[in-house]
């Protein structure tokens, strides 16, 4: 059982309530807690409560404290205020009453809440007759929770399964005409194009439902303890046996039998939780986020936790959220783009070289090897959009790879995105953790394309690298989107320069333009002489 939040303070009385219900198996109870703190001095109360503070949050998501604090929390000036709203601020509590509460014009009773919203707050007029503290009355509500099953869609790719279906595929695209490219690339219309590719895959997608249907699996839901083996299964046993023996006699020498077979498992059961999570922690320990992840859920910190999307926003808001992002951006490039562009004009007093004899004006066909080594080095990763999974697309690639280099060669030549290539399955996720998942600018989208698409999208980016390489139109100083460069290169070619410099006593100004982030620049200034940096952003320049 998890140890429960200690409760005896001697700065303050507490009691602690947890409200769950039967089917919050799966989520953690809401702690309502009630407080009470005499007047007079107060140099235990901000460590003891902040104490108390730290041990509910890590126990529950959601936390009420309702009580008489005798803090004067509407002065401004009191100290013992001060430092209680700094700490309740700081542990991520909201203070909901704001009027006073007491006889003498004071805000001493107070709702602390934490990760639940508290609604139609009250403050009733004084009544003597009760008490000299006002009543106050609020509503929070809790969501009846229901705990669904996890739906699970899934093929059964048994090797039979799989063989089938490299027997019957090849046949059903050799009996499909549309694929017989007998005519030349240029004389198939953009909706022929994705007719062709609409048939093919649906071929595939249609075959594979024959072989193996995809199924509807339910989930239970289940506590995983991976390290509980055979070895402390027998432990238990043998505990919860002595147990039975002991409540059945209620000998002594039974109970301290049982009390010693049970200590005897709960450190079998430490040590073998132990030894799986440093096995797992040696296993990944080049992968920081997952290490970030493992240390945090250890610790119960809450941030570990993936927050959800809102149930208020909608897959139309997303949408309709980047798209009109997109289009602001556009707006703003086009409004500070010069309305006419003179190159190499003698007024301006620049030359511009251009050799127009170097120009990419069309794609050019690969061939089946060329194809079949693009496939075979991309991950294995499948989209909802693709029509069978990527694995065994792997797998019948020399049985149709003919077929699938018609497709690629027919967009490469015809100068046509299929449209079903241009469909992809997007997730939106949060920039980070901590920001709040109610905002829709906190999001990035993430857009997951069929692997189709994913090789066109190879095949063109191999031939753009390929003509600005061999006609030497990389900048020289490029390091993305180039083999061999990357992050590392341009730090270093950065770094070696800002040292050099200021080995020469030289001032370095370098220039940071982020793209994404509305065209923003900032200047950072190194002088040697001084030993300082000064940022300079888009203000400071026009100032």
């Given at each position: 059982m998890d140890p429960k939040p200690k409760l005896n303070y001697n700065s303050f009385e507490s009691l602690v309530l947890s409200l769950s219900r039967p089917n919050w198996k799966t989520l953690q109870p809401v702690l309502f807690v009630i407080v009470y703190r005499a007047p007079g001095p107060y140099s235990d109360f901000i460590s003891e409560f902040s104490e108390f503070l730290s041990s509910l949050v890590l126990k529950s998501d959601k936390v009420i404290i309702v009580g008489d604090f005798n803090i004067h929390v509407d002065v401004d000036n009191d100290s013992l205020s001060n430092a209680f709203i700094s700490l309740i601020d700081s542990i991520g509590f909201c203070q909901s009453v704001n009027k006073p509460t007491h006889c003498f014009n004071h805000t001493l009773d107070l709702v602390l809440s934490y990760g639940i919203d508290i609604e139609h707050l009250i403050v009733f007029p004084h009544n003597?007759?009760?008490?000299?503290?006002?009543?106050?009355?609020?509503?929070?509500?809790?969501?009846?929770?229901?705990?669904?099953?996890?739906?699970?869609?899934?093929?059964?790719?048994?090797?039979?399964?799989?063989?089938?279906?490299?027997?019957?595929?090849?046949?059903?695209?050799?009996?499909?005409?549309?694929?017989?490219?007998?005519?030349?690339?240029?004389?198939?219309?953009?909706?022929?194009?994705?007719?062709?590719?609409?048939?093919?895959?649906?071929?595939?997608?249609?075959?594979?439902?024959?072989?193996?249907?995809?199924k509807r699996k339910l989930l239970k839901h289940r506590r995983?303890?991976?390290?509980?083996?055979?070895?402390?299964?027998?432990?238990?046993?043998?505990?919860?046996?002595?147990?039975?023996?002991?409540?059945?006699?209620?000998?002594?020498?039974?109970?301290?039998?049982?009390?010693?077979?049970?200590?005897?498992?709960?450190?079998?059961?430490?040590?073998?939780?132990?030894?799986?999570?440093?096995?797992?922690?040696?296993?990944?320990?080049?992968?920081?986020?997952?290490?970030?992840?493992?240390?945090?859920?250890?610790?119960?910190?809450?941030?570990?936790?993936?927050?959800?999307?809102?149930?208020?926003?909608?897959?139309?808001?997303?949408?309709?959220?980047?798209?009109?992002?997109?289009?602001?951006?556009?707006?703003?490039?086009?409004?500070?783009?010069?309305?006419?562009?003179?190159?190499?004009?003698?007024?301006?007093?620049?030359?511009?070289?251009?050799?127009?004899?170097?120009?990419?004006?069309?794609?050019?066909?690969?061939?089946?090897?060329?194809?079949?080594?693009?496939?075979?080095?991309?991950?294995?990763?499948?989209?909802?959009?693709?029509?069978?999974?990527?694995?065994?697309?792997?797998?019948?690639?020399?049985?149709?790879?003919?077929?699938?280099?018609?497709?690629?060669?027919?967009?490469?030549?015809?100068?046509?995105?299929?449209?079903?290539?241009?469909?992809?399955?997007?997730?939106?996720?949060?920039?980070?953790?901590?920001?709040?998942?109610?905002?829709?600018?906190?999001?990035?989208?993430?857009?997951?394309?069929?692997?189709l698409s994913k090789i066109l999208e190879k095949v063109v980016a191999k031939e753009l690298c390929d003509f600005l390489h061999n006609n030497s139109l990389f900048e020289d100083f490029q390091s993305g989107f180039r083999v061999h460069h990357r992050t590392e290169t341009a730090l270093v070619k950065v770094n070696n320069d800002l040292l050099t410099a200021s080995d020469n006593g030289l001032v370095s100004v370098l220039v940071l333009l982020d793209l994404k982030s509305w065209m923003t620049c900032n200047f950072l200034m190194l002088n040697s002489e001084k030993n300082e940096i000064l940022v300079l952003g888009p203000k400071n320049l026009r100032d």
């Amino acid at each position: 059982m998890d140890p429960k939040p200690k409760l005896n303070y001697n700065s303050f009385e507490s009691l602690v309530l947890s409200l769950s219900r039967p089917n919050w198996k799966t989520l953690q109870p809401v702690l309502f807690v009630i407080v009470y703190r005499a007047p007079g001095p107060y140099s235990d109360f901000i460590s003891e409560f902040s104490e108390f503070l730290s041990s509910l949050v890590l126990k529950s998501d959601k936390v009420i404290i309702v009580g008489d604090f005798n803090i004067h929390v509407d002065v401004d000036n009191d100290s013992l205020s001060n430092a209680f709203i700094s700490l309740i601020d700081s542990i991520g509590f909201c203070q909901s009453v704001n009027k006073p509460t007491h006889c003498f014009n004071h805000t001493l009773d107070l709702v602390l809440s934490y990760g639940i919203d508290i609604e139609h707050l009250i403050v009733f007029p004084h009544n003597p007759l009760l008490s000299d503290h006002y009543l106050i009355t609020f509503e929070f509500i809790l969501l009846d929770y229901k705990p669904l099953g996890k739906t699970s869609y899934s093929r059964c790719l048994s090797d039979s399964a799989v063989a089938k279906f490299k027997e019957e595929i090849p046949s059903v695209f050799n009996s499909m005409p549309c694929l017989n490219l007998t005519e030349s690339y240029n004389d198939f219309s953009p909706s022929e194009i994705d007719n062709l590719v609409d048939s093919a895959t649906g071929s595939l997608r249609s075959t594979l439902d024959s072989i193996a249907p995809i199924k509807r699996k339910l989930l239970k839901h289940r506590r995983l303890a991976p390290w509980y083996n055979h070895q402390t299964r027998q432990l238990k046993q043998i505990a919860r046996k002595s147990e039975r023996k002991w409540r059945s006699s209620k000998l002594s020498e039974y109970r301290s039998n049982w009390q010693d077979n049970l200590k005897i498992y709960r450190k079998a059961l430490r040590n073998a939780r132990g030894a799986f999570y440093s096995a797992l922690i040696e296993e990944n320990k080049n992968n920081p986020r997952f290490l970030f992840s493992t240390v945090a859920r250890l610790t119960e910190s809450h941030s570990s936790i993936e927050p959800h999307i809102p149930i208020n926003l909608s897959s139309n808001d997303f949408m309709s959220f980047f798209y009109n992002k997109i289009i602001t951006i556009r707006e703003k490039i086009n409004h500070q783009l010069p309305s006419t562009v003179i190159s190499g004009s003698p007024s301006s007093g620049t030359s511009v070289n251009v050799n127009l004899d170097n120009y990419l004006d069309c794609f050019s066909a690969i061939d089946l090897h060329q194809l079949t080594s693009i496939i075979s080095s991309s991950k294995p990763s499948t989209c909802l959009l693709d029509p069978i999974p990527t694995r065994l697309l792997k797998e019948v690639v020399p049985l149709i790879g003919t077929s699938l280099l018609d497709m690629i060669n027919l967009s490469l030549l015809s100068g046509y995105v299929p449209q079903s290539f241009k469909v992809a399955v997007i997730k939106p996720l949060l920039k980070k953790s901590t920001l709040d998942p109610g905002v829709l600018a906190n999001y990035r989208p993430i857009s997951n394309l069929p692997f189709l698409s994913k090789i066109l999208e190879k095949v063109v980016a191999k031939e753009l690298c390929d003509f600005l390489h061999n006609n030497s139109l990389f900048e020289d100083f490029q390091s993305g989107f180039r083999v061999h460069h990357r992050t590392e290169t341009a730090l270093v070619k950065v770094n070696n320069d800002l040292l050099t410099a200021s080995d020469n006593g030289l001032v370095s100004v370098l220039v940071l333009l982020d793209l994404k982030s509305w065209m923003t620049c900032n200047f950072l200034m190194l002088n040697s002489e001084k030993n300082e940096i000064l940022v300079l952003g888009p203000k400071n320049l026009r100032d």
